[in-house]
């Protein structure tokens, strides 16, 4: 574990001198936790190459990231964490590594279950779910009817996710909806809009990470990102624990948020007029 020294004289202490060992978690300022954090969860496939391993190895190993970061965040209070899991696009990686992505899902969700109630976390998905093999759909049906009386940190697995199918479903359900008559043009508003989406339940995620040095949102909550810290670290996914976690919450921590006013405007409190 990563630890910071702080090193005060202690008058009281015959040696005169104390040292307090603070871990970086101690660090963090719950009073200013995101209430969000989003994670594209990049570098499985290059962390297996590193290591002269299949990528299906690297995902593997991903999946012990994603059971500390879960862990990580529930110790925290976090209320929502969302994990980009597979994206639309992965359809189109090669056959083998669908499968076996698929498999791990199954098989990591029937695992994990048990876990999840123990630690009072509510399983969530968004995407494209139909898109899943039969058997996954079933294994996260039972998976959300079993945790869903829990009140503690909301997992939300974007599967077959993209923001592009999202916002495209969400605007041909509202074109329905007008043509049906249950919904005037006149009545959308940007609340509209966020309601048909399937992150209307959720609030807007305040953090965003994105592991192994690369630089974009791929089609990851387009909509929902448009302000959040955007957080980028070279660590592949599969060496991402808890410690980087507390990084990047500290990292976010450190940010001045404006949502459009000036500096002047959020460090006094001066109110819009
Ligand atoms: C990106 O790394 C990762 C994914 C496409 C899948 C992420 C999946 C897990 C962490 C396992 C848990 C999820 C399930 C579905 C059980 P990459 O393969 O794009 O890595 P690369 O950019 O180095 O090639």
């Given at each position: 574990m990563q630890l910071n020294f702080i090193t005060f004289a202690a008058q009281s202490q015959p040696l005169g001198q104390m040292i307090f060992y603070m871990s970086?978690?101690?660090?963090?300022?719950m009073q200013k936790l995101p209430r969000h954090i989003a994670i594209i969860m990049d570098g499985n496939g290059r962390w297996a190459k590193e290591k002269g391993e299949d990528r299906l190895f690297g995902h593997l190993h991903g999946v012990e990231s994603v059971r500390n970061i879960v862990e990580g965040c529930a110790e925290l209070g976090i209320e929502y964490l969302t994990l980009y899991?597979?994206?639309?696009?992965?359809?189109?990686?090669?056959a083998y590594e669908v499968t076996g992505l698929m498999e791990l899902l199954v098989d990591t969700i029937r695992k994990e279950v048990p876990t999840l109630n123990k630690n009072n976390i509510k399983l969530h998905a968004i995407g494209d779910?139909?898109?899943?093999?039969e058997n996954a759909q079933k294994e996260l049906k039972e998976a959300f009817e079993e945790t869903?009386?829990?009140?503690?940190l909301n997992l939300i697995m974007a599967l077959s996710y993209s923001s592009r199918w999202e916002l495209m479903a969400a605007v041909k359900q509202i074109a329905i909806d007008v043509k049906a008559g249950s919904?005037?043009?006149?009545?959308?508003?940007q609340d509209t809009l966020q309601q048909y989406?399937?992150?209307?339940?959720f609030p807007d995620p305040e953090l965003m990470v994105r592991t192994s040095g690369e630089y974009r949102i791929?089609?990851?909550l387009l909509y929902q990102l448009a302000y959040a810290e955007l957080y980028f670290t070279n660590t592949r996914w599969p060496d991402f624990r808890k410690d980087n976690l507390y990084e990047a919450i500290i990292d976010f921590q450190n940010r001045e948020r404006r949502f459009g006013k000036t500096g002047d405007q959020i460090r006094e409190e001066i109110p819009i007029s």
């Open positions: 970086l978690k101690d660090t963090i300022n899991a597979f994206s639309t696009e992965n359809w189109d990686r090669p779910i139909s898109m899943l093999p869903s009386t829990n009140t503690g919904l005037q043009p006149e009545q959308i508003t989406l399937s992150t209307s339940s791929s089609n990851f």
